[in-house]
């Protein structure tokens, strides 16, 4: 019998090692990073929406990599007629939600995570669902006016991050338009 190099047992695990941080590799492969201004825009993400609702939520991490403060809004989105950074905080016991005026504080050095349950982008007036496996984009800003395009990946309806499934503990809210978990 011939001898090739993964009937050697270390080749055998070295070849193994490899297949198995494929999928941690190709996930950064793919993972598209934005920047705007000084800001680095990482894992932008957003949920899937049911049928019927007129709002959604769009999430992702900032970090602030300049030396100036930085402000980051939301311009545009090809999936609402409106979107804005909101803020959702507890006052006297009742979680209230509110955009965020001037856009959304970013301190030199500092990394700021948009999540479910407090900031977060909120798309309004939905053109149609957003649907899991789908995408869309929306225009972020910075002060000094730049701009870039981020596409935002759908997860499942209720999902707590890129990649978990539904009904993973997310939050429930309810209310006019809105039906998110």
Same mark, same amino acid.
């Given at each position: &019998?011939? $001898?090739?190099?993964?009937?050697?047992?270390?080749?055998?695990? !070295?070849?193994?090692?490899?297949?198995?941080?494929?999928?941690?590799?190709? @996930?950064q492969a793919v993972a598209a990073d934005y920047r705007v201004g000084s800001l680095d825009i990482t894992q932008p993400w957003a949920r899937a929406?049911?049928? @019927?609702?007129? +709002? %959604?939520?769009?999430?992702?991490?900032? +970090?602030?990599? %300049?030396?100036?403060? $930085?402000?980051?809004?939301?311009?545009?989105?090809?999936?609402?007629? +409106?979107?804005q950074i909101? $803020? &959702?905080? &507890?006052?006297n016991g009742v979680m209230k939600m509110r955009p965020v005026e001037g856009g959304l504080e970013i301190k030199p050095g500092e990394t700021v995570t948009l999540k479910p349950g407090g900031y977060h982008i909120m798309l309004e007036g939905l053109k149609a669902p957003l649907k899991a496996g789908g995408k869309f984009e929306a225009t972020l800003t910075?002060?000094? %006016?730049?701009?870039?395009?981020?596409?935002?990946?759908? !997860?499942?309806i209720g999902a707590k991050a890129p990649g978990s499934s539904a009904g993973s503990g997310g939050m429930k809210m309810q209310g006019p338009g809105m039906q998110m978990h």
């Open positions: &019998m011939q $001898e090739t190099f993964l009937s050697k047992p270390h080749w055998r695990a !070295a070849a193994l090692f490899a297949l198995a941080l494929t999928p941690l590799l190709a @996930g929406t049911p049928k @019927g609702a007129t +709002t %959604g939520a769009a999430y992702l991490t900032a +970090t602030n990599s %300049g030396s100036q403060t $930085e402000r980051l809004s939301c311009a545009s989105s090809d999936a609402a007629a +409106t979107c909101h $803020e &959702m905080a &507890m006052d910075a002060n000094d %006016g730049a701009s870039v395009k981020v596409d935002f990946p759908v !997860a499942a």
